[in-house]
């Protein structure tokens, strides 16, 4: 990279991005200055993304710059909190005007979308690496939490699973999947949706929540670790797209639904107390959130059912699910 490249770099991330009030000030000084709302606290969350491990050369500029913002917005709405700023660290190994002109793109498209606004910046010479942080504002005492599940509390999910793992896998030709499913299944692994109104509208009703980022079962043990607690999945419950259903057998669409990652849906518990005021709640939803299983007492333990009957992964070594966790350590009852 020529000298005064780098000083190029920052003219793709000035222009056209969301202004917020809450600024004092925001890039081009040594820091930001920001206000944080009355009454609020802050929550503040940092994801990396690197060439090679969470995305490959197929993967599109614009698409990269949205998930990098996506993937920690997903972080703040299981916090329950509403998205006010990002800043960015920017690693690249050579200036490339395409690529940061797409990448640009789909950073401020989300940044717009969410009315986020970039409050700084850093870029440095390296291994293609994008880190971003966010910060948004719960009401004082609302985060969500993973900690508050309770025995008895109902189970639930956002959205279809396994559709980014699908897509990854198509692309990698490990699953035949027909061009216009991988089409379909592409725009949930390039440009997920992070669930931001529900996770706000989840404050003071929901027991506990996280997002699905490496799997429903991990996510879920991730719960029922800071809880506590066990759970009961109904995996005939499972919110799946046409895609997937089309794609695979009834047990391979269950694998991926419970073992892949991705999908940045919201998995979070609602005590049977407030299930009313969550039904209101979601009465209008564009996308309603789908109950799949119920909170235990039996700490750690995880059971699957299919139909009430236990279910477990078929032990069938054709399967080539070599690149997910072993379902044998997630099924465990
Ligand atoms: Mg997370």
Redesign the pocket.
């Known amino acids: 990279m020529a000298a005064g490249e780098f000083d190029l770099i920052a003219t793709y991330f000035t222009h056209r991005y969301p202004t917020r009030g809450d600024v004092d000030t925001g890039v081009g000084d040594d820091g930001a200055v920001l206000q944080v709302p009355a009454n609020s606290e802050l929550v503040v969350v940092t994801d990396t993304l690197v060439e090679g491990v969470h995305f490959d050369h197929y993967t599109p500029a614009r698409a990269i710059g949205h998930k990098a913002v996506a993937v920690n917005l997903?972080?703040l709405a299981?916090m329950g909190a509403e998205p006010a700023w990002i800043s960015l660290a920017l690693t690249l190994p050579t200036f490339d005007d395409e690529w940061l002109t797409g990448f640009a793109n789909g950073l401020r498209e989300i940044c717009d979308y969410y009315q986020c606004q970039l409050i700084g910046g850093d870029t440095t010479r390296g291994p293609l690496t994008i880190t971003v942080t966010a910060h948004g504002f719960v009401p004082t005492g609302k985060a969500l939490r993973r900690s508050g599940a309770k025995p008895g509390d109902w189970i639930y999910v956002s959205g279809a699973l396994g559709d980014a793992g699908l897509a990854l896998a198509g692309m990698q030709q490990r699953q035949k999947i027909t061009p216009d499913y991988q089409r379909r299944l592409n725009e949930r692994l390039f440009f997920p949706a992070p669930r931001v109104a529900l996770g706000q509208s989840l404050r003071g009703i929901a027991s506990s929540a996280?997002?699905v980022?490496d799997g429903l079962l991990a996510d879920l043990r991730h719960i029922l670790t800071a809880s506590q607690v066990g759970a009961r999945i109904d995996v005939d419950e499972l919110p799946l797209s046409l895609a997937l259903t089309e794609s695979l057998s009834e047990a391979d669409a269950f694998r991926y639904a419970l073992t892949s990652g991705e999908d940045f849906e919201l998995l979070f518990t609602v005590p049977e107390a407030q299930r009313g005021v969550f039904d209101t709640v979601i009465a209008h939803a564009a996308q309603k959130p789908v109950c799949i299983g119920r909170v235990t007492n039996d700490a750690g333990a995880i059971q699957l059912l299919y139909a009430g009957e236990p279910w477990s992964f078929p032990a069938d070594a054709a399967y080539g699910f070599d690149h997910f966790q072993q379902p044998t350590a997630e099924s465990e009852t």
């Open positions: 997903s972080d299981a996280i997002d980022s």
